[in-house]
């Protein structure tokens, strides 16, 4: 269900729909505008019925019954999403629907919900004016019609924590199905070469203000791509509130570095988990450094036992997320975010009995519900090579903390 894109800003893999099916929390950074879709007119096509609906904003709906679309233009804030609340009326299959922006093809998705779901779209749009639409590409009438029902459209805003450049305070409160467990805010500064481990994984390379425990991978590990060895000693430091990685050549070749937190329970695994991290780069251009801030399973079996990654991806470039099925198979849902590296975002991974949530700054951006794993698995802030430069920067950690499963959430 994933399709590439030249959309708006830059070309982002989307998904409308698929994994992406669910109702999401009220977005609790980030501004939203919402279209009533019965105010939206028809720009191409017919075969539209505003009808009443108890259930929907404002008592109505839209009922698109033919190959037609439906628009509107307005003036927007920089945003990251547009999110269609619609239902389905399923003859021989599902409607497919597809959201637009400018005209250009942002996510397509099957409609399968019989109930008001929202189906979120996720591309960089830059502000200003911009003509959003919705569309059914696959009317059919066969002794029963093929009917997508629209609701409402939203359009999410950025999220505020994308521009200030400052520092803040890991969430450390218990959550509803979860229970804090660790957060470390890096108040306690760290040289450059005090993680250095030559060869030992179970050496304690950092301990933080309150006591918090790191270890890291040694130099005899190497990486996924270039399989170049993992640099701690030159790389990570800790110093003005911020667990610092320091990219650059080490030795003539690009080097990174894979630290992980040791939990109260004395190991770095759990079984389901709430992680969040806060941090950004301050070089646009590293596109030789790949970051996959990711849950690893400690029977080391991949891909039987998954793998989750937020954010992922080239540093020069946009996050990903990713949640790689637990099956001898492989197979993964995935999405980008259109969100680049640059600013300051909170991103969280919720790994629980049957989903794996992905939120960048508190917005859901993939439930994953597909080979969920179900074994102890660790969290690694894994930055590593991919490709050969001499860009240098740094990737700044501002806070890391992480909760315990407590139950149904």
Not at 14 to 39: F, N, Q, Y
Not at 356 to 385: A, I
């Amino acid at each position: 269900m994933f399709r590439s894109c030249s959309a708006i800003v830059s070309a982002v893999a989307v998904a409308w729909g698929g994994v992406l099916v669910v109702v999401a929390p009220p977005a609790r950074a980030a501004a939203v505008t919402a279209i009533d879709a019965e105010s939206m007119s028809v720009t191409a096509g017919k075969g539209t019925t505003v009808y009443s609906d108890a259930t929907a904003s404002g008592g109505k709906a839209i009922a698109l019954t033919g190959a037609v679309t439906i628009a509107t233009t307005l003036t927007i804030p920089d945003s990251v999403r547009v999110v269609v609340r619609a239902k389905a009326q399923q003859c021989f299959g599902a409607p497919i629907g597809r959201v637009s922006v400018d005209g250009v093809n942002v996510g397509t998705s099957s409609v399968t919900a019989s109930v008001w779901t929202d189906y979120t779209a996720t591309a960089p749009i830059a502000a200003g004016s911009h003509t959003i639409g919705v569309s059914l590409t696959n009317p059919l009438w066969l002794g029963c019609s093929r009917v997508l029902y629209v609701d409402t459209v939203s359009i999410v805003a950025a999220s505020a924590s994308t521009s200030p450049d400052i520092l803040t305070t890991a969430p450390v409160a218990n959550l509803p199905g979860w229970t804090h467990i660790f957060a470390d805010d890096f108040t306690l500064d760290a040289a450059l070469g005090s993680w250095a481990n030559p060869s030992d994984p179970n050496k304690v390379v950092y301990v933080g203000a309150n006591g918090q425990q790191w270890l890291t991978y040694p130099q005899t590990y190497t990486d996924t791509y270039q399989h170049r060895p993992y640099r701690a000693d030159q790389v990570l430091s800790v110093s003005n509130g911020v667990l610092d990685f320091y990219l650059h050549n080490v030795n003539g070749q690009p080097a990174g570095a894979n630290p992980s937190p040791v939990l109260p329970n004395g190991t770095q695994y759990q079984t389901y988990g709430r992680y969040s991290a806060r941090l950004k780069v301050d070089t646009p251009t590293l596109s030789e450094y790949h970051i996959a801030f990711l849950l690893w399973p400690q029977s080391e079996l991949w891909p039987n036992d998954g793998e989750e990654d937020f954010p992922e991806g080239a540093l020069s470039s946009t996050s990903n997320a990713y949640a790689h099925y637990a099956r001898a198979a492989g197979g993964q849902d995935g999405v980008n975010t259109g969100v680049a590296f640059t600013g300051w975002h909170v991103y969280t991974v919720e790994w629980l009995p049957g989903h794996v949530r992905f939120y960048l700054d508190d917005v859901l951006v993939l439930d994953s519900t597909k080979y969920v794993p179900s074994k102890p698995m660790r969290w690694q802030l894994q930055v590593e090579t991919d490709g050969n430069g001499t860009d240098s920067g740094h990737l700044q950690v501002d806070w890391v903390s992480i909760w315990s499963y407590a139950g149904a959430s």
